[in-house]
């Protein structure tokens, strides 16, 4: 069936470092690609999306890609600061369906 | 303007307890989904509802209800809670499909 691998399960980096997580989706027909930033406890918050069309997107330090022939796409984070510690999900959506695959989620660290 | 609100924040039932999961949005959304997120296994898909009178499963439904009481309310019920529906439940919301889903705070459920 559909689903997202993501890596890795844990990240740690050193403050003013950037940040790289990788995500695989199976279904070629995905076309919407979401990131979500889920700091403990509370709800996931949508940081960064891109669509099949588009092969990079930025938005101040964060910038997410899409390789659609290898069917995987990334988010980077750069500078990395104590506030971007959280968990971050990424999921593959496709058209006629509402409904969104997540990976299993990344815990960053970010070292002060 | 709340965006996505769910409640309750925090339950404790007896197993075999029924209960209902309420969720209401104030963005003129169509969709409209519940998930369950447990530790390392992300958030998985219980029901959606794409659009008002409109209600489908989705990856775990099992033991599951929902209801789209109209375009602002989707509620969730458990008819006879188990010690394996301990999580905690996101109701999110979106315009339509391949479009961003707006999460709620959650509610986290205990089953003894």
């Known amino acids: 069936g559909e689903n997202v691998e993501q890596h890795p399960s844990t990240l740690s980096v050193q403050e003013g470092d950037s940040a790289v997580i990788k995500c695989t989706y199976s279904?070629?027909?995905?076309?919407?690609f979401p990131w979500y930033k889920q700091e403990l406890g509370k709800r996931p918050q949508l940081i960064i999306d891109?669509?099949?069309?588009?092969g990079e997107k930025k938005d101040q330090r964060i910038a997410v890609t899409l390789n659609k022939t290898a069917k995987h796409f990334s988010l980077h984070i750069t500078e990395t600061q104590p506030e971007d510690s959280a968990v971050y999900f990424c999921a593959a959506s496709k058209p006629g369906t509402y409904k969104y695959i997540f990976g299993t989620g990344t815990r960053l660290k970010v070292l002060a | 303007n709340a965006g996505v609100t769910q409640t309750p924040k925090f339950q404790v039932l007896k197993t075999g307890q029924s209960m209902t999961l309420q969720c209401a949005q104030d963005?003129?959304?169509?969709?409209m989904y519940w998930y369950r997120q447990d530790p390392g296994m992300g958030l998985r898909l219980i029901y959606y509802s794409a659009s008002e009178g409109t209600t489908d499963k989705g990856e775990v439904p099992n033991g599951y209800n929902v209801s789209r009481l109209n375009k602002r309310e989707f509620s969730l019920r458990l008819e006879s809670a188990a010690p394996s529906q301990t999580s905690v439940y996101f109701c999110?919301?979106?315009?339509?499909?391949?479009?961003?889903?707006?999460f709620g705070d959650g509610t986290r459920l205990s089953i003894l």
């Open positions: 279904d070629s027909a995905s076309n919407y």
């Open positions: 999110a919301s979106s315009e339509g499909s391949l479009g961003p889903q707006h």
């Open positions: 891109i669509r099949s069309n588009v």
């Open positions: 963005m003129n959304h169509n969709s």
